[in-house]
Nanobody, 123 residues
Framework: VQLQAYGGGLVQAGGSLRLSCAAS????????IGWFRQASGRERDFVAA????????GYADSVKGRFTISRDNSENTVYLQMDSLNAEDTAVYYC?????????????????WGHGTQVTVSS
């Protein structure tokens, strides 16, 4: 079982990026997949999550209205579309799976963390 986040990069404030979370070893539409981010010197925070049924568990207040989580079952991939980026969005972004169907936003309930992808927003 493995998850890999990619698609990060350097972008100017106001720009957009789309992150991808590719799964291998399992079918991601059977689990909740969450996106989290960790800025330098800070804790890992919830960004968004999408359940096995396709409903989302909401978004962090700081990204609501700017980020959109989606899933492509045919590609076994979850996406995070990030628009209107600002400097506070700079962080390493991770995806992970909730194997216990807890519908939680806490990273403690998530597992199979892949290597993160760096997002840097220049102001």
């Amino acid at each position: 079982v493995q998850l890999q986040a990619y698609g990060g990069g350097l972008v100017q404030a106001g720009g957009s990026l789309r992150l991808s979370c590719a799964a291998s070893g399992f079918t991601l539409d059977e689990y909740t997949i969450g996106w989290f981010r960790q800025a330098s010197g800070r804790e890992r925070d919830f960004v968004a999550a999408i359940t096995w049924s396709g409903s989302n568990l909401g978004y962090a207040d700081s990204v609501k209205g700017r980020f959109t989580i989606s899933r492509d079952n045919s590609e076994n991939t979850v996406y995070l579309q990030m628009d209107s980026l600002n400097a506070e969005d700079t962080a390493v972004y991770y995806c992970a799976m909730d194997p216990g169907y807890t519908r939680s936003r806490s990273p403690l309930h998530y597992n199979y963390w892949g290597h993160g992808t760096q997002v840097t927003v220049s102001s």
